[in-house]
């Protein structure tokens, strides 16, 4: 099978193809990513000897770049791509709506031309708004996103299903709750607080601390997704999640306890504008139909995750400072500028 990756230079989309090429030598993976600020070839360092790897530097908006990545000859995609930051999108929308919108609609429109055989659309929890306490959201639950991010999020989720209702397109719909693990940008919580705390620096908690997650080891989110690619019609929709909200307080002081430093670290900040309380989700669907069930606990996953950062520093010094966008910064530009293939 071979298998487009988009955004395959992130935290996920890395963790994915290395995925793939491990279980399967009938895997060939093409990893297609613009190399935003979240984009890093070091998160494929590894991979770059494998003759069934491909890096393509490119964007998904960019439809004659899509057009012909495709039509050299693809089977399935698992599109991650996507801007994903909350904060971020709150304080400018447009890239979000231009990568995550019409991205997801140019990589739909050459499914349609070139009939590749399975399209994954890698979704998020927050597509469905604040779950009440005691609910856990099904595939059929309402959208009711609350912030640009899960707005944009959402809309190719619809773009989604509207290809696979209109065209017949093999459209899967996968929305997982929060993932965490090595090579995750340390923008993100458990990242944050880690590499913080390895640095004696203050970890920022939003609010009172209380809001609910439900956290999934990436790797479990990996096996899942591999899980839907190899089954025979699938659904339009598939939850993935670990089925464990925990308070991002109580989170956070797991975390401090691991890295062996004082609570004292803890720095409540101003709520994010329109913090979603608890996100939830029930996974039974992909349970029944792929036998898929996470196999790491949180506690066994964030031990894993804390220890990587710890013997990693070179990695993620060198994404806090911005090192590795000054190291790649030529590479970057010419590749983008023509030389686009690795």
Known sequence: MRVLVTGGAGFIGSHFARHLLRASMDYRVTVLDKLTYAGNLDNLRDLEADARYRFIAGDVADRECVQAVIGGGIDAIVHFAAET??????????????????????????????????????????????????????????????SP??????????????????????????RCTNNYGPYQFPEKFIPLMITNALEGKPVPIYGDGQQERDWLFVEDHCAALRALLQLHRPAPAFNIAAGRTVPNLVLAGMVLDLVGVPRSLLEFVGDRPAHDRRYALNADRITTAAGWQPRRSLEDGLADTVEWFRTHPAWWHAVKTGEYLRHYAAWYHGALGGSSQR
């Open 149 to 174: 991010y899960a707005a944009s999020k959402a809309a190719a989720d619809l773009l989604c299903q509207a290809y696979r209702k209109t065209h017949g397109l093999p459209v899967v719909i996968a």
């Open 85 to 146: 930051h909350v904060d971020r999108s709150i304080l400018d929308a447009g890239a979000f709506v231009r990568t995550n919108v019409q991205g997801t609609q140019v990589l739909l429109d050459a499914v349609l031309r070139h009939g590749v055989e399975r399209y994954i659309q890698v979704s998020t929890d927050e597509v469905y708004g604040p779950a009440p306490d005691g609910v856990a959201f099904a595939e059929d639950g309402p959208l009711n996103p609350s």
